[in-house]
Structure formats: structure tokens, C-alpha cells
């Protein structure tokens, strides 16, 4: 399905400026991450690719099949992002490319030393809740993800930043990056804590409003009930909540509906209104416009392509 958060296009090298046609590269270097640009255009398989350092990668255009960390292959499509730890091969696939559609992916690779630093920096001043008793780390069990608005949007920055001809761009990488690391390691601890969270519920206090809100969501959650759950006033739990994840309460809600919502429209004869009544939305038009701001596409569009895909 499409995705709706597609970095910004950049432009194609020039024909004649191609070294060769398959992964052509193009590397703007700073002091803590270097930029890469790689572009394919012929249909090839098994090609490999290994980076020195930490990579963030995501792709622009066209499609590409990934087999990394010795896991069954995954699509890897525009709006979306995978990351790698240094040194661990990948070998990528290219079924469609070819000069009338090419394919174009950024990967930016990051200093070891900076990411400890960085991740040194956050376990220190950042994790004051006994409670959670976790540390800031980069996790490679969920290493594929839809980009969000956030990530997306720190992306294009550094797209930019990279390639300019700023002499204050190193100043601006490192903010940039910065941030990049805290949102994937805010999203990765979302995920690792909501698949633990209907088995392990009483562990802490995030898994117990996790699975709550997971048992709840066809119902009405008020943010209210939330808090007094975790034992604290409305905007401490507003603070907390986000400082694990880098979303609101709302946010996390809203989205895991929306999860839910795909699945009953790519598998159910239900209605729009249905849907929307049973992933707890009490206004149909409230839901269609969540759903294709988080998606790109309407919810009916959504379930005729799922049909058509079943067919």
C-alpha cells in the first residue's frame, strides 16, 4: 500500500555522468556521517553492499528486495527506512529497474564513536524512571518501518544539509542527526514494549497502559483514565508518555486504530461506517481523514485495492 510520508525527490544523475548503472554513487562527507546516493538502472540480482559504520537507509524511488541480518528478504518501497549495524552485509535484488524507472535510495552512514556519545549522553540525563528500566540502545530486531512525518522530515533536512555548500553544515548535521537517533530509538522502544505488553502487562507501568489501550481501542479512551492508571497528573503523563516514544497518548491511539481499521478493511466485508464504529471513532468523516493523512489514501481506496490484491 502506498505510504504517505515519501521524502523529497532528487534529481537523477545526468546520463553521461554515470559511472556505471547498477548502485551509481554519489557521497557527501562530514565530520560525524556521510551521505550516500545510490541509483540503479537495469534489473540485476545479488548485488552486495556493506557499510563501516551504523546506516540509515531509505529509499526514493522505485523498488528493491533486501536480504539482511539473515532474514527472509523484505520489498523495500519509497516511505520506508531500514537501518544496519557496521559491517553486516546486505545483498539487494533489483526485479524492476531500468532506465525509464530507476531506482534512487539514501544511506547515511554515522561515526560509531558519535552514536555512543550520543546514546552515552541521552542514558544519562534521560532515563530518570526506575520504573522503565531500560537503556537508550539501538535495537536490530526491528530494522524495516514506514517512515513517519518526523523521521521523514529530519531526513530531507540532512538531504539537504549534506549537499549544500554551508560552511556551518557540520553544525547543523549534528542537531540533525541527533534528533534522527533519538526518533528511531523512541520508535523502536515503541514497538518492542507494545508486542510485550498483552504478556507482560504488569512489568511496568508503560506495558500495563500499552496493553490497556490495546484491550480498549474499540471503545472510548480518555487520556484522563490513562493517567490516573500510571498514577499521575494528566500533563506528567502527557510529558512521560512522549519522552518514551516521541508521540502522544492520542498519537499512539489514533494509530494503533488505524492498524486495526486495515486489517478489517483488507479482510472483512464491513462497511466504512463499520470500521470506523469498531476501531472506537465515534465520526466517520474524523476517521476518513486521520486515515488518509496516516496513509495517503482514503479507507475505501484502501479496501478496493486490498480486494483487488486478494483476487
Known sequence: MPSHNYLNTISLTPRKELQTFVEHRRVFNLNNCELNIFESYEETYRVPLTFNDFVITSMMRGKKIVHLFEKPAFTYLPGETAIAAGNEPMVIDFPEASELNPTQCVALAIASGYINDTLGYLNNHYNSDPDIKHNWKLQFNQYHFNNDAEITDIINKLIRICSSSDTAKNIYADLNLKELLIRLVQS??????????????????LHYILNYIHENLTGKIAVDTLSRKAYMSRNDFFKWFR??????PLDYINSERIKLAKQLLSYGSHSITEVSYRCGFSDVNYFVRLFKKVEGITPKVYKDLSCMRID
Not at 514497538?191 to 507501568?205: D, G, L, P, W
Not at 519522552?243 to 502522544?248: N, V
Open 243 to 248: 519522552q518514551q516514544f516521541g508521540i502522544t
Open 188 to 205: 523502536q522502544h515503541m514497538i518492542q514494549t507494545a508486542s510485550e505488553a498483552s504478556e507482560i502487562s504488569n512489568r511496568t507501568r
